[in-house]
C-alpha cells in the first residue's frame, strides 16, 4: 500500500515538475519572440524616380531603404511578419497618373490597408532636411487621427532618445499619406540630411544598426502599453 502511495507521489511530482517546465518554456519564447504573430509593414519612403531629398550624390532614398531592410531584419528576428512597400529602387506610380506622386502614395496606402494582411502597424522610413543644417537628431511624427499613433509614436521616440543622441520630441503631421492610412502607424525621420554629421552618419550601417534596433525596442514597448 505503502509502495502504491509513493508511487502516486511520485507520478504527481513528475507531472508537475513537467507543467513548470513546459511553462517556463513558454514564457520564454514569449521573451525571445515579443512581436510573435504581429504584422508589420515598413514603407520605405520614396523609390524610383523620386529620390526624396539629395544631398551631391547621397539620395534619401537608398538611405531609407538600407534602413528598411535592416528594420525587416530586425523586427523578423522578434518574431514579427514583416512587409515591405518596396524592397528595390522602384516606386508605385503608373504611367497613367496624373500627378505621378499621389499616384505612388495612394498605392502604398493601399498595400498597408489591404484587408487580408490585417496590418497591426506601419513604419514609414524617411530622412528630414532643413535649410539650417544646425538641426539634427531623429524625429518621429503621427497624424492625430486614433488613439495609438500618438502612442507608437512616442514608444520609439524614447527609445531613440536612449539609443541615439536625439532629443526631439514627438510631432503631428498632416502630410497626405498618413491622413488616409485607417492601420495604425507612424512617419520616422531618422536624421537630417542637411547636417554634416548626421549625413555621415545616416550612410553608415553601424549606425543604420542602431536606429533599427531603436525602432524595435519602440515597437516591442508600443505592444506591451496596448
Ligand atoms: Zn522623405
Not at 511578419?81 to 524592397?87: A, E, G, I, Y
Request: proline share 1%.
Amino acid at each position: 500500500m505503502l509502495k502504491v502511495k509513493f508511487k502516486f507521489f511520485l507520478v504527481v511530482i513528475l507531472v508537475l515538475i513537467i507543467l513548470i517546465i513546459d511553462k517556463s518554456v513558454a514564457i520564454s519564447h514569449i521573451d525571445e519572440f515579443p512581436l510573435l504573430g504581429k504584422v508589420i509593414f515598413i514603407d520605405a519612403g520614396h523609390g524610383g524616380r523620386d529620390p526624396g531629398v539629395v544631398y551631391g550624390n547621397v539620395y534619401e532614398k537608398d538611405i531609407n531603404l538600407e534602413i528598411s531592410k535592416l528594420l525587416e531584419e530586425k523586427l523578423s528576428l522578434k518574431g514579427a511578419t514583416v512587409f515591405l512597400t518596396r524592397d528595390s529602387d522602384i516606386d508605385h506610380s503608373s504611367i497613367y497618373d496624373a500627378h505621378k506622386k499621389r499616384g505612388d502614395l495612394y498605392r502604398r496606402i493601399k498595400m498597408i490597408d489591404d484587408n487580408y494582411l490585417k496590418v497591426d502597424i506601419y513604419l514609414s522610413i524617411h530622412i528630414n532636411w532643413y535649410k539650417d543644417s544646425y538641426y539634427k537628431g531623429a524625429e518621429v511624427l503621427y497624424y492625430d487621427g486614433n488613439k495609438f499613433n500618438k502612442v507608437l509614436a512616442s514608444s520609439i521616440q524614447e527609445s531613440l532618445k536612449i539609443n541615439t543622441s536625439t532629443n526631439r520630441e514627438i510631432t503631428t503631421t498632416n502630410l497626405y499619406m498618413y491622413k488616409y492610412i485607417n492601420t495604425p502607424g507612424v512617419l520616422i525621420e531618422c536624421g537630417f540630411l542637411s547636417n554634416y554629421q548626421e549625413r555621415k552618419l545616416l550612410q553608415d550601417k553601424a549606425y543604420q544598426e542602431i536606429l533599427a534596433n531603436s525602432i524595435t525596442y519602440g515597437v516591442i514597448e508600443y505592444f506591451n502599453n496596448i
